[in-house]
């Protein structure tokens, strides 16, 4: 699914940027980006 790869991307990106979210939203989000990496594999 290259589509889900892209959307995870720019998400990766903006961390890089400075745009720091706060802790809670950072866990959720790693938790959102594992599962369609899971389900691609």
Avoid at 7 to 12: A, E, K, Q, S
Avoid at 15 to 38: A, D, R
């Amino acid at each position: 699914m290259p589509f889900s790869h892209l959307r995870v991307l720019p998400m990766l990106s903006a961390p890089l940027l400075g745009e720091y979210p706060s802790h809670t939203q950072v866990t959720e989000h790693l938790e959102n980006i594992k599962t369609p990496f899971q389900k691609s594999l």
